[in-house]
């Protein structure tokens, strides 16, 4: 019942529009800007006739955004209807009442399909200063005093003041309902100067404990570091020794110049890996052990043909 009523109230409504495109004229507004207003006007209008509603509302609320026009609020409300966006079409019919000059009609057309909507719409009826703009979620920014509509719930209003940040606010509709908003150009509060604070009299402070020694300096650190290595590099020598012993058994068990020429390499490379793992086993202990600045004492670090030494007096 309810979709018969509104099919009806659309058919009565599309019955008396005047539909032609002719728009309300600034007698000042530029002639680019004219141009730009008829050819969203126009293909609105060719959008609307291949029943692309939606399509047609957009271009026609675009040609009213160019040239302020009842007559194209009024078809971008019928095309709003008719492609099922009632909160829209009551938005574009109350715009265009607002903006005034529909024939009378036209005007008492769009005055009924307003009251039928906001019966089952929620309804927020905004006033601002001069050059204000809102919008309602996501739908058209439209210059204040504005009637907005959307169904039951919670809401985003966006407020655009001149040289403003946008504001947002949540707006609470009910069905059937308006709510009120009146937006108001609040002074700027100019803060009052705090009277300077009563410095106290300068207490003298007590001298600063001495330093203390840090045992984990930057070379103690590094120190670690590098005997870690050494270390690392003492196990890759002692299983490149293991793989050498391995190696040079098979070429006991059968001499060829490759088996010679792999046990000889590793064998080479076992060497380098414990005398080199040794030296820096003994620098990094060398430099953990080593004392600080104002201390007594001496490190001695050297190789040898077993290895490598450290040695020193503390």
Known sequence: MKRQARSLAVALVLAGASFAPTLVHAQDAPTDVAAEARQQYQQGTQAFQQKRYQEAALHFEAAASFRTSS?????AGL????????ERAADAYARALEVGGLDPKQNGLAKDRVAQLETTLGTVAVAAPEGWRVQLDTFTEVPTPARLHAGAGVHALSVRAPGKPIERRDVTLQAGKVVTLELKDEPKVVAKPEPEPVKPLPVEAPPPPPPRMQYW????????????????ALGSGII????????????????????????????????????????MVAGGIALVVWPDEGGQGHVNVGATPGGAFVAGKF
Not at 71 to 75: D, F, K, N
Not at 217 to 232: F, K
Request: glycine residues 10%; proline residues 3%; negative net charge.
């Open 79 to 86: 095309a709003w209807d008719l492609a099922s966006k009632p």
């Open 240 to 279: 490149l020794g293991l793989e050498a012993n391995s190696a040079k058994t098979a070429y006991d068990a059968g001499p060829t110049r490759e088996s010679f020429d792999h046990a000889s390499s590793l064998e080479a490379w076992t060497n380098v890996a414990l005398i080199s793992g040794a030296l």
């Open 217 to 232: 300096i930057t070379r103690r650190v590094i120190g670690v570091g590098v005997a870690g290595v050494g270390i690392a």
């Open 71 to 75: 007559v194209a609020l009024y078809t």
